[in-house]
């Protein structure tokens, strides 16, 4: 019964959105197409929000948040820019007033310096033990011998080649 | 009727779910019981108890899926999580679309999982059967405590209010339905080669006789996290509305580990089945996949990371699973140091260049990316926690940290297949390098030209990528040649033989070829996207990367469960019209902006509608070009999978048809 109504609005929904889509193509077709631009400031302010944390959100950056405080600090963002402030300024205002965690990309400072230097150091200290264990085992003369199979798993080993 | 007595049968579901958890415990500690009592008979518990589990695991699965269709919402996980106009599909779904109910759905897989392996191993290996699911039994039986101890969907509410709230609205996209389900099959079911590798250290279990299963196992189980990962940037890319389809989210991070380390075993498995060596490390392996799974869980529910995924939730969680997660791995790592020494490698690599020795490097890559992405994910809390600092480890840091070793990816994933095993032969080796090595310079040079300036990632994958392809279509080729002289047959036929002859291998092609296809989607999205983010008033046009798009205005519309400001634009070239929304639900004060996508082959029109101001409205448009090259190899990868599994499959057809024929 539920399933039957809603099925009738929802065509009543769609015969509506095409009288609407045909009337609105009817009007603004008439109309006089202006081509708008974005204007530099505020693709810079977007440049500078994106290599910035929302402070209140859960792992978003200004560009992309939603929420007010995000919202004021772009305008913050645009209005030093207009006082004429270079990116690296309106950057270092930011980290001065939240600390570093505001920037994503973590600085190359004390704090910050492990995250930069750790891949290189994993990448050869796994690097060099794989490529020490690879030379010295294929320079060693010959394999352990290998343990005996048990009667048992040697039964099932043939059992199983069989039934290939 | 009695007011007060009605029997409910989401208590049927509750009372199914404590007596599965203490199945699970009986079945952990029958095989101890065994052996106190000297009553061997005692073992068959914890076999036939996986069966009984999963069933009672799945009454009360269905019981909550009830609760919700019958709109129950006596039960506060379906008062939170649902009202009476919520959708059917998405009542269904809601079973995992909160903390509580999606912990429950982990537990119902992993006593799948548990279910299928008990039936499987009965009839394939009978003697060690009991200790791998003792081990899986002690899994749910962990995870059951914690749901139902602290975070139980079968809660009641007394009052009952008469309507309930509503599913998270980010949730209600069938994209969101799929994941969950899809990452859970891939991360639970790393449990099984967990189990195994216990069992195998437990019991002196010889490698060979136990790598062949999970190396199956393991399949499936990379397939499906593979899946849940491209099933989630799909659901970001479409719901979310910020352009985008990964943000390196500490969640999202949690799901790449894993995934990481699972592609490292499973290249690393079939070194072992094919020479016999690397037997510890890929136990170490197997321990390591399956610990960043139970991490990736820890971080998603117990609250210390800040996500948009996160859950909230009691911090008693959150000490619970670490808890868990610590017992696990201290005594998964003990028994492997205690008595790893037993699976011991039977050959030694024969020279530094040949197949084996490059999957290994293939293992040190990825291990060294997990290892960094599990750095960003975790410094920041631990720098926190012992010394108060906080520093934000972003999408700017993994980039640059993560493209230059997923390019190196690519190279060895190209330079793999060419070497033979063993040891290589370097004239042979140079002959088909050559040629490739030639065609990915040059497809880099040509971008470069065409496209300058361009990050100079662009050129280099583009010619890393095209090395690649040139590498698998040549040994395609050679072995297609091969056979055709050999068998004088025609080129089609000779192509089916050679592909479906050798599936495990030309399945692994087919993965590695819809790799490729999801680099090339990455780089054109990545670096080649614009944006432009303007006030539009109706009848203006944007130009964006050749495409000139008009905004027509907005009108409201009124969807199952929310009111919608929907815009409508119609790009010029095409004619196609797009229609973004600005949706609120019933019941929950938040504004959530749907993208509307124009899609085709090589590019995708995105665009976000936002607040009206002055009779304007801010529309923030993207063209993001190739996006739908990495669903497309998302698709070719799973399929390429399916294909080198069907290998099996078609084997054990092969020998049902023998043992029939044969007297």
Same mark, same amino acid.
């Given at each position: 019964?539920?399933?039957?109504?809603?099925? =009738?609005?929802?065509?009543?929904?769609?015969?509506?959105?095409?009288?609407?889509?045909?009337?609105?193509?009817?009007?603004?077709?008439?109309?006089?197409?202006?081509?708008?631009?974005?204007?530099?400031?505020?693709?810079?302010?977007?440049?500078?929000?994106?290599?910035?944390?929302?402070?209140?959100?859960?792992?978003?950056?200004?560009?992309?948040?939603?929420?007010?405080?995000?919202? =004021?600090?772009?305008?913050?963002?645009?209005?030093?820019?207009?006082?004429?402030?270079?990116?690296?300024?309106?950057?270092?205002?930011?980290?001065?007033?939240?600390? =570093?965690?505001?920037?994503?990309?973590?600085?190359?400072?004390?704090?910050?310096?492990?995250?930069?230097?750790?891949?290189?150091?994993?990448?050869?200290?796994?690097?060099?033990?794989?490529?020490?264990?690879?030379?010295?085992?294929?320079?060693?003369?010959?394999?352990?011998?290998?343990?005996?199979?048990?009667?048992?798993?040697?039964?099932?080993? =043939?059992?199983?080649?069989?039934?290939? | 009727?009695?007011?007060?007595?009605?029997?409910?049968?989401?208590?049927?579901?509750?009372?199914?779910?404590?007596?599965?958890?203490?199945?699970?415990?009986?079945?952990?500690?029958?095989?101890?019981?065994?052996?106190?009592?000297?009553?061997?008979?005692?073992?068959?518990?914890?076999?036939?108890?996986?069966?009984?589990?999963?069933?009672?695991?799945?009454?009360?699965?269905?019981?909550?899926?009830?609760?919700?269709?019958?709109?129950?919402?006596?039960?506060?996980?379906?008062?939170?999580?649902?009202?009476?106009?919520?959708?059917?599909?998405?009542? /269904?779904?809601?079973?995992?679309?909160?903390?509580?109910?999606?912990?429950?759905?982990?537990?119902?897989?992993?006593?799948?999982?548990?279910?299928?392996?008990?039936?499987?191993?009965?009839?394939?290996?009978?003697?060690?059967?009991?200790?791998?699911?003792?081990?899986?039994?002690?899994?749910?039986?962990?995870?059951?405590?914690?749901?139902?101890?602290?975070?139980?969907?079968?809660?009641?509410?007394?009052?009952?209010?008469?309507?309930?709230?509503?599913?998270?609205?980010?949730?209600?996209?069938?994209?969101?339905?799929?994941?969950?389900?899809?990452?859970?099959?891939?991360? /639970?079911?790393?449990?099984?080669?967990?189990?195994?590798?216990?069992?195998?250290?437990?019991?002196?279990?010889?490698?060979?006789?136990?790598?062949?299963?999970?190396?199956?196992?393991?399949?499936?189980?990379?397939?499906?996290?593979?899946?849940?990962?491209?099933?989630?940037?799909?659901?970001?890319?479409?719901?979310?509305?910020?352009?985008?389809?990964?943000?390196?989210?500490?969640?999202?991070?949690?799901?790449?580990?894993?995934?990481?380390?699972?592609?490292?075993?499973?290249?690393?498995?079939?070194?072992?089945?094919?020479?016999?060596?690397?037997?510890?490390?890929?136990?170490?392996?197997?321990?390591?996949?399956?610990?960043?799974?139970?991490?990736?869980?820890?971080?998603?529910?117990? #609250?210390?990371?800040?996500?948009?995924?996160?859950?909230?939730?009691?911090?008693?969680?959150?000490?619970?699973?670490?808890?868990?997660?610590?017992?696990?791995?201290?005594?998964?790592?003990?028994?492997?140091?205690?008595?790893?020494?037993?699976?011991?490698?039977?050959?030694?690599?024969?020279?530094?260049?040949?197949?084996?020795?490059?999957?290994?490097?293939?293992?040190?890559?990825?291990?060294?990316?997990?290892?960094?992405?599990?750095?960003?994910?975790?410094?920041?809390?631990?720098?926190?926690?012992?010394?108060?600092?906080?520093?934000?480890?972003?999408?700017?840091?993994?980039?640059?940290?993560?493209?230059?070793?997923?390019?190196?990816?690519?190279?060895?994933?190209?330079?793999?297949?060419?070497?033979?095993?063993?040891?290589?032969?370097?004239?042979?080796?140079?002959?088909?390098?050559?040629?490739?090595?030639?065609?990915?310079?040059?497809?880099?040079?040509?971008?470069?030209?065409?496209?300058?300036?361009?990050?100079?990632?662009?050129?280099?994958?583009?010619?890393?990528?095209?090395?690649?392809?040139?590498?698998?279509?040549?040994?395609?080729?050679?072995?297609?040649?091969?056979?055709?002289?050999?068998?004088?047959?025609?080129?089609?036929?000779?192509?089916?033989?050679?592909?479906?002859?050798?599936?495990?291998?030309?399945?692994?092609?087919?993965?590695?070829?819809?790799?490729?296809?999801?680099?090339?989607?990455?780089?054109?999205?990545?670096?080649?996207?614009?944006?432009?983010?303007?006030?539009?008033?109706?009848?203006?046009?944007?130009?964006?990367?050749?495409?000139?798009?008009?905004?027509?205005?907005?009108?409201?519309?009124?969807?199952?469960?929310?009111?919608?400001?929907?815009?409508?634009?119609?790009?010029?070239?095409?004619?196609?019209?797009?229609?973004?929304?600005?949706?609120?639900?019933?019941?929950?004060?938040?504004?959530?902006?749907?993208?509307?996508?124009?899609?085709?082959?090589?590019?995708?029109?995105?665009?976000?509608? #936002?607040?009206?101001?002055?009779?304007?409205?801010?529309?923030?448009?993207?063209?993001?070009?190739?996006?739908?090259?990495?669903?497309?190899?998302?698709?070719?990868?799973?399929?390429?999978?399916?294909?080198?599994?069907?290998?099996?499959?078609?084997?054990?057809?092969?020998?049902?048809?023998?043992?029939?024929?044969?007297?």
């Amino acid at each position: 019964m539920e399933a039957t109504g809603a099925g =009738d609005a929802c065509g009543v929904v769609d015969a509506m959105r095409r009288l609407i889509a045909l009337w609105l193509l009817l009007t603004v077709s008439v109309a006089q197409a202006a081509v708008v631009h974005e204007s530099a400031l505020h693709r810079k302010e977007r440049q500078i929000a994106s290599t910035l944390r929302c402070t209140v959100c859960q792992a978003e950056s200004l560009a992309v948040s939603q929420a007010g405080l995000a919202r =004021d600090m772009r305008k913050l963002i645009t209005q030093k820019l207009k006082q004429g402030e270079t990116p690296a300024q309106i950057r270092a205002y930011f980290v001065k007033r939240y600390g =570093d965690y505001i920037l994503l990309k973590p600085p190359f400072n004390p704090l910050g310096a492990i995250l930069w230097i750790a891949p290189f150091l994993l990448f050869v200290g796994l690097g060099g033990v794989a490529f020490v264990v690879i030379r010295r085992r294929s320079r060693a003369p010959a394999p352990p011998p290998v343990p005996p199979l048990a009667p048992a798993e040697q039964a099932r080993i =043939d059992a199983l080649t069989r039934s290939e | 009727m009695l007011s007060g007595i009605s029997f409910n049968l989401i208590e049927l579901g509750h009372f199914a779910a404590y007596l599965a958890f203490f199945v699970a415990i009986a079945q952990a500690l029958a095989p101890f019981a065994a052996r106190y009592l000297k009553n061997e008979g005692l073992r068959v518990i914890t076999v036939n108890g996986a069966m009984i589990v999963f069933l009672l695991t799945t009454i009360g699965a269905l019981t909550i899926v009830n609760a919700f269709i019958t709109n129950n919402f006596s039960v506060l996980y379906v008062a939170l999580n649902s009202n009476t106009h919520l959708p059917l599909f998405y009542k /269904v779904a809601a079973l995992w679309g909160g903390h509580r109910g999606s912990l429950y759905l982990w537990i119902w897989i992993l006593t799948g999982y548990s279910a299928a392996v008990a039936y499987h191993g009965r009839r394939h290996y009978p003697d060690r059967i009991v200790t791998i699911m003792a081990v899986q039994a002690a899994l749910v039986a962990g995870f059951f405590g914690l749901s139902l101890f602290m975070s139980s969907p079968f809660v009641r509410l007394y009052p009952i209010p008469p309507q309930g709230a509503n599913l998270n609205p980010l949730l209600q996209d069938p994209g969101m339905v799929i994941h969950p389900p899809m990452l859970y099959l891939g991360y /639970v079911g790393f449990s099984v080669p967990f189990s195994f590798a216990m069992a195998a250290l437990l019991t002196n279990w010889k490698s060979e006789l136990w790598v062949g299963h999970i190396r199956r196992w393991s399949l499936v189980a990379w397939g499906f996290l593979t899946a849940g990962i491209i099933f989630g940037a799909w659901w970001s890319y479409y719901v979310l509305g910020w352009g985008g389809y990964w943000g390196w989210d500490p969640v999202e991070n949690a799901s790449f580990m894993p995934w990481l380390m699972g592609t490292a075993l499973i290249h690393s498995i079939s070194v072992q089945e094919r020479r016999r060596m690397l037997h510890t490390w890929n136990i170490f392996l197997i321990i390591t996949t399956f610990a960043l799974s139970l991490l990736g869980t820890f971080l998603v529910r117990s #609250g210390v990371l800040a996500s948009v995924h996160a859950f909230a939730a009691a911090p008693g969680q959150g000490i619970y699973l670490l808890t868990f997660m610590v017992v696990v791995l201290i005594l998964a790592f003990g028994v492997f140091l205690a008595k790893g020494g037993y699976q011991q490698a039977e050959e030694y690599f024969v020279s530094p260049m040949s197949r084996e020795s490059l999957f290994v490097w293939n293992n040190i890559i990825f291990t060294v990316a997990a290892a960094c992405v599990l750095l960003g994910t975790l410094y920041p809390l631990f720098l926190q926690a012992l010394s108060g600092a906080r520093i934000s480890v972003g999408p700017p840091y993994f980039d640059l940290v993560m493209v230059p070793i997923f390019l190196i990816m690519l190279v060895v994933m190209g330079l793999g297949p060419l070497v033979s095993w063993r040891k290589a032969n370097l004239d042979r080796l140079k002959g088909r390098v050559v040629l490739p090595l030639a065609l990915g310079v040059a497809a880099g040079g040509l971008l470069a030209w065409r496209w300058w300036p361009v990050s100079w990632t662009a050129p280099v994958a583009v010619a890393a990528v095209t090395f690649v392809a040139a590498t698998i279509l040549s040994n395609v080729w050679r072995a297609v040649a091969q056979r055709r002289l050999a068998q004088r047959e025609s080129l089609p036929t000779a192509f089916v033989k050679v592909v479906t002859g050798n599936r495990r291998h030309y399945g692994g092609m087919i993965v590695h070829a819809g790799i490729l296809v999801i680099a090339v989607g990455l780089v054109g999205s990545g670096l080649f996207k614009s944006s432009k983010l303007v006030m539009m008033a109706p009848g203006d046009v944007l130009v964006l990367a050749h495409e000139h798009v008009r905004f027509d205005g907005v009108r409201h519309v009124r969807g199952s469960d929310y009111t919608a400001v929907q815009g409508r634009l119609t790009i010029l070239n095409t004619g196609a019209t797009l229609h973004p929304e600005q949706r609120v639900f019933d019941g929950n004060p938040m504004e959530v902006t749907r993208p509307s996508v124009n899609s085709t082959l090589l590019r995708d029109v995105y665009v976000d509608i #936002g607040d009206q101001h002055h009779g304007k409205w801010e529309i923030h448009l993207f063209v993001n070009p190739l996006v739908n090259f990495i669903w497309l190899g998302g698709g070719i990868s799973v399929f390429g999978l399916l294909f080198a599994l069907s290998d099996g499959w078609k084997r054990r057809a092969r020998a049902t048809r023998a043992v029939l024929s044969t007297p």
